[in-house]
Antibody, heavy 113, light 113 residues
């Protein structure tokens, strides 16, 4: 069974950093590109970043480009999102997602002073 | 960037009725490999989005056959025949055909009349 478990969220002050993790199981992680997707409270879904299976291709939404870094460790079956210079508008539930697969429960990031 | 326009924004139905949701793309979603990477998700209250349909018309594992995806090019439709209580929530279309940014529609809320 495919499982994705996100962690690392929390309350952080504006301008600070936070690193999210997503541990994958139930499939061969190294064979799949992966996405981070977020949802601000009461809002719709926003795609954030993508990384290819071997990390050769990386893309970001304009809203996070230059501040967020997506990475992965295929030996650890883990996807990461390093977030810096956080803003109040980054407050959201962050999901990692594999194409054509169930999502995890997400991890909540709250940016507030 | 590809813009996905979902209509209607909200839809009130009686249990047992059919519901139809439209998703129109600003560009054709047919990829050079012949596939069309258009997906449909349902987000029930308090839950993560769940994949219903991938590649326009393929039902994900465990999705009832009352969910039918169709369309091509720039026009896509999700039909739900015989709406049941567990079908209520917000529906999103999503495209991953074109190079990122990948995009979601703004959502359609399905509720009881």
């Amino acid at each position: 069974e495919v499982q994705l478990v996100e962690s690392g969220g929390g309350l952080v002050q504006p301008g600070r950093s936070l690193k999210l993790s997503c541990v994958a199981s139930g499939f061969t992680f190294s064979n799949y590109g992966m996405n981070w997707i977020r949802q601000a409270p009461g809002k719709g879904l926003e795609w954030v970043a993508y990384i290819s299976s071997g990390s050769s291709y990386i893309y970001y939404a304009e809203t996070v480009k230059g501040r967020f870094t997506i990475s992965r460790d295929n030996a650890k079956n883990t996807l990461y999102l390093q977030m810096t210079s956080l803003r109040s508008e980054d407050t959201a539930l962050y999901y990692c997602a594999r194409p054509v697969s169930p999502w995890g429960q997400g991890t909540l990031v709250t940016v507030s002073s | 960037d590809v813009v996905l326009t979902q209509t209607p924004v909200s839809l009130s139905v009686t249990l047992g009725d059919q519901a139809s949701i439209s998703c129109r793309s600003s560009q054709s979603l047919e990829y050079s490999d012949g596939y069309t990477y258009l997906e449909w998700y349902l987000q029930k209250p308090g839950q993560s989005p769940q994949l219903l349909i991938y590649e326009v018309s393929n039902r994900f594992s465990g999705v009832p056959d009352r969910f039918i995806g169709s369309g091509s090019g720039t026009d896509f439709t999700l039909k739900i025949s015989r709406v049941e209580p567990e079908d209520l929530g917000v529906y999103y279309c999503f495209q991953a055909t074109h190079d990122p940014p990948y995009t979601f529609g703004a959502g359609t809320k399905l509720e009881l009349k």
